[in-house]
């Protein structure tokens, strides 16, 4: 999953994209509310983390933006501010939950997982997805195989959640990248064949097809 952290305290900004890349997400990071805006105007993100108090575009006219030009992103506001009147605000603008400063990192995962979880048709898309003998699940982060439970690194759950999510469908190079590894990554593309090659040797080779000049697809079989 792809996230983006709209967030003038630098500091911060930092510590929540150093923290949410080891948990197995890819990271951007602005600083500025119209560049937020612009940024998450583009469609490529699954959550947004927002700051209300921001240089250029405070957060509510961010989010009211975002809304107003029918984005549905999952978006987390945060803010200085405690009172009632803000949460209010920010919910009325379209915000899908809010978090006061000083707030235990901890409980920001937690808010995260939570709102990635009720992407989907409804809002009700379920955490844990079931393909034939192989199980993942999304929020507890962990994937069996059978009954053995098979142990995957943060980068490569990532990878496997990827395809997991369009089982069945063909998933690019590109797409993967986009969403495991975060904007500014410039490294070589290929890594995406060294995660699935590690995939196919934990999990089980045919369970993921190369479709030659296309991607890689996830099939179930019994």
């Known amino acids: 999953m792809r ?13 929540l994209a150093r923290g949410l890349t080891a948990e197995g997400y890819a990271v951007d990071v602005v600083h500025d509310g119209r560049e937020g805006l612009r940024r998450a105007g583009e469609g490529t993100y699954d959550l947004v983390v927002l700051d209300i108090m921001l240089p250029g575009l405070n957060g509510y006219r961010v989010c009211a933006a975002l809304r107003a030009a029918g984005h549905d992103v999952p978006i987390l506001m945060l803010t200085a501010k405690d009172g009632e009147y803000d949460e209010a605000e920010g919910l009325d603008t379209g915000a899908d939950d809010y978090l006061t400063k000083p707030f235990s990192y901890v409980v920001l995962v937690a808010r995260v997982k939570a709102l990635l979880r009720r992407r989907g048709p409804g809002g009700s898309a379920s955490p844990v997805r079931v393909l034939g003998d192989l199980k993942v ?8 195989l059978g009954a053995a439970e098979v142990a995957l690194t943060a980068k490569e759950f990532a990878v496997l959640e990827q395809l997991v999510m369009r089982a069945g469908e063909v998933v690019s190079k590109s797409e993967i990248l986009e969403h495991v590894w975060d904007f500014a990554y410039d490294g070589d593309p290929n890594i995406v064949e060294v995660y699935v090659s590690a995939l196919r040797r934990k999990l089980r080779a045919e369970l993921i097809r190369t479709v030659r000049g296309a991607g890689y697809r996830l099939e179930a079989r019994p």
């Open 137 to 144: 699940d999304t929020a507890a982060r962990r994937v069996f």
């Open 3 to 15: 996230l983006l952290i709209v967030e003038d305290e630098k500091r911060l900004a930092l510590s």
